[in-house]
């Protein structure tokens, strides 16, 4: 399966990239980085396959609790994202269950519409509402 250029996420299409110039120390091992000042998502080109994806899920995780100021812990985030990768591994058919929907049925939730007024993506504006901007996440 061919690794997906963007991942849309609450109306924001977050570039994935395979890159190692977001690490900072090239002697730390970063696997991948969550960038909310461009909002993109990158990878860490030395990563094998399995961690490539389960970093993959992992930094979507971090931009879903920036997202929704969910003020995850990164313990908190480092969780929830192997379990979400495990559930996903452990029942492969599960995803073609959960976007197999009746073609007159609408796809969007309604989770979908009412996040639109919670999404702050505008990161001066959330500045100015007393919120600081999300810092980058740099994850091991
Ligand atoms: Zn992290």
Not at 80 to 109: E, R
């Given at each position: 399966?061919?690794r ?6 609450l ?9 190692s110039?977001?690490?900072v ?6 696997y991948?980085?969550?960038d909310?000042?461009d909002?993109s998502i990158?990878?860490n ?11 993959v ?7 879903i ?18 379990v ?12 073609d ?9 609408p796809?969007?939730?309604s ?16 500045k ?13």
């Amino acid at each position: 399966m061919n690794r997906p250029e963007h991942i849309r996420l609450l109306g924001v299409s977050i570039p994935l990239i395979v890159s190692s110039s977001k690490s900072v120390d090239p002697e730390e091992e970063v696997y991948g980085v969550w960038d909310p000042n461009d909002m993109s998502i990158t990878i860490n080109p030395e990563c094998e396959p399995v961690q490539e994806r389960v970093t993959v899920m992992h930094e979507l995780v971090h931009a879903i609790d920036d997202f929704l100021y969910l003020e995850m812990t990164h313990q908190e985030v480092y969780i929830l994202s192997q379990v979400l990768y495990q559930v996903l591994i452990d029942n492969p058919q599960l995803t073609d269950y959960l976007m197999f929907v009746p073609a007159s049925t609408p796809k969007k939730t309604s989770f979908a519409s009412s996040v639109a007024s919670v999404r702050q993506t505008d990161w001066e504006a959330t500045k100015a509402k007393g919120r600081p901007k999300p810092p980058t996440k740099r994850c091991r």
